[in-house]
């Protein structure tokens, strides 16, 4: 196991295994036949063919689009074609500052190949002994990754709300970070993967930050997505995510940008170019 064991795992597959997905005539995501086949029962709202899924043509602006793919999505759900429902709306576009052209369900963005975004934050303070890093164990009824190692916050990126802001209310919600604390983040740049998972297809963008934490700070879960939080020197957190799968797997890409910006993972390491180049890969 290494670094780029956990690179390798986020390498994009074979698009030609999914139909484009088709939005005012920009490809917008990537869908696998059967789910197309699905679609195909809601013509008014998705024209499935042979080479590509579009949403129909008749449904202009981003209110009627909105509106039509969500009655579609409601049903998928009902009907058991569609798990892991969030309530909570992402932006559909070209680009993250292109312009909206429909909101859709969070649990809807992977099966259609949607650019999902999120924020990470690193939370780290130094001790005696060196630096350290708060990391949470992910709560065992999460959809995704249950059970499995993340960041201190990390949440997805939803529609009508700011990086900055979305990041408060993460550390305020996931691990009770004052937000006069919260504010404090630095921004460090974003990492980027096309994967294929259980869920989908994911093509995510993570806008990653930096926190020192006072040494006295303890998390506090508050919306019962952490199961708990351990403060772990960096060597051990290296170590984890090296020699095995204890993080989820962007997590894990989150901590090797972390390693290789705070100089951790240095410029002569075998692996440094290909690693760098992999957490760029959308």
Not at 18 to 28: A, C, D, K, R
Not at 151 to 167: C, E, F, H, R, Y
Not at 209 to 238: I, S
């Amino acid at each position: 196991m290494s670094f780029l064991d956990r690179i390798n795992q986020c390498k994009a597959p074979d698009l030609s295994a999914y139909l484009p997905f088709i939005v005012g005539g920009e490809v917008v995501g990537y869908v696998k036949p059967d789910f197309a086949a699905a679609l195909k029962d809601y013509p008014d709202t998705f024209v499935c063919g042979d080479e590509s899924v579009a949403l129909n043509e008749h449904l202009s602006g981003p209110d009627n689009r909105t509106a039509a793919v969500g009655e579609v999505l409601e049903a998928l759900m009902q009907r058991g074609d569609l798990p892991g429902w969030r309530g909570e709306k992402y932006k559909v576009a070209t680009s993250f500052s292109a312009p909206t052209l429909f909101d859709i369900e969070r649990a809807a963005v992977a099966p259609f190949g949607i650019i999902g975004y999120g924020v990470h934050l690193n939370g780290v303070v130094l001790t005696d002994d060196g630096l350290s890093m708060w990391i949470a164990r992910r709560s065992l009824s999460k959809p995704t990754g249950p059970g499995k190692l993340d960041q201190i916050v990390a949440g997805g990126q939803p529609g009508g709300i700011s990086l900055k802001d979305n990041l408060l209310k993460e550390c305020a919600e996931e691990a009770a970070i004052p937000a006069i604390i919260a504010a404090a983040s630095v921004p460090v740049g974003a990492i980027s993967y096309v994967t294929e998972r259980p869920e989908g297809l994911r093509r995510d963008v993570l806008f990653n930050y930096d926190l020192a934490l006072p040494a006295d700070f303890r998390p506090d879960n508050t919306d019962g997505e952490v199961e708990d939080f351990q403060l772990m020197e960096l060597d051990a957190v290296a170590a984890r995510v090296g020699e095995g799968e204890d993080f989820k797997f962007n997590c894990s890409l989150v901590v090797i940008d972390f390693l290789i910006r705070h100089g951790y993972i240095e410029a002569d390491h075998p692996d440094y170019i290909d690693l760098i180049n992999g957490l760029h890969g959308l």
